[in-house]
């Protein structure tokens, strides 16, 4: 049972444009959400985080807002970067829950 | 270099087989977990330990077995391998027995290739 989607598995932008990344969860339980990035042979690094206190969360290029009443949230990456191509993960967990859930991935290339 | 190694990093072997990964946390990390990336899925959480007993379990099957050792390097145990267990297999660890704020530092996994 999928609880975090990321419905778009690929996702082509040209440099210096905005990159929109989405995901959706379905367990209402989920209050902390997170964004991984994860290049070719690499493991994920932790990119980005919001708890469900939160609507927005910004870290320079990088903004995830939280709809916590359409169980969405996105990732915004501003201006879009050559290095930023890579495969990102939308996680999330429960309060008090030993493992985060993963959605299955959206890879971004950035055009030059 | 994250901190967290993962060995070997490919692994081909025959259905009915057994294999062992390894992993080893980074420095001062309690928590071991296991997550089975399969093609155009997400990471799927298989178990965790923390400073040596079993936390957490999720969908890992029988055939499937782990432990983390008094030095806190952990290995997976797949047993009876079939074709279906090709996948990504990542190691991630974490200082406490929960996920910090800043989620898990993940190892560059094991791909295992079942013919």
């Known amino acids: 049972d999928q609880q975090v989607k990321q419905n778009s598995p690929s996702l082509s932008v040209q440099e210096g444009r905005i990159s929109i990344l989405n995901c959706d969860y379905t367990n209402s339980m989920f209050d902390y959400f997170l964004w991984y990035k994860k290049y070719p042979a690499e493991g994920p690094t932790f990119l980005i985080s919001?708890?469900?206190?939160?609507d927005k969360n910004e870290d320079g290029r990088f903004t995830v807002f939280l709809n916590k009443s359409a169980k969405h949230l996105s990732l915004h990456i501003v201006p879009s970067q050559p290095g930023d191509s890579a495969v990102y993960f939308c996680?999330?967990?429960?309060?008090?829950?030993?493992?985060?859930?993963f959605g299955a991935g959206t890879t971004v290339t950035v055009r030059a | 270099d994250s901190g967290v190694t993962q060995t070997p990093k490919h692994l081909i072997t025959a259905t009915g087989q057994r294999v062992t990964l390894r992993c080893s946390p980074r420095s001062g990390d309690l928590s071991v977990y296991w997550y089975q990336q399969s093609l155009d899925q997400g990471l799927q959480f298989l178990i965790q330990?923390?400073?040596?007993?079993?936390?957490a379990k999720g969908n890992i099957l029988e055939r499937f077995s782990a432990q983390q050792f008094p030095d806190l390097h952990s290995e997976l145990n797949l047993s009876s391998l079939e074709l279906g267990d090709s996948a990504l297999y990542f190691c991630?660890?974490?200082?406490?027995?929960?996920?910090?704020?800043?989620?898990?530092?993940f190892g560059s996994g094991t791909r295992l290739t079942v013919v």
């Open positions: 919001i708890s469900s206190i939160k």
């Open positions: 996680a999330a967990s429960a309060r008090d829950d030993y493992k985060l859930s």
């Open positions: 991630a660890s974490s200082v406490g027995s929960n996920w910090e704020t800043y989620g898990y530092t």
């Open positions: 330990y923390y400073n040596g007993e079993e936390r």
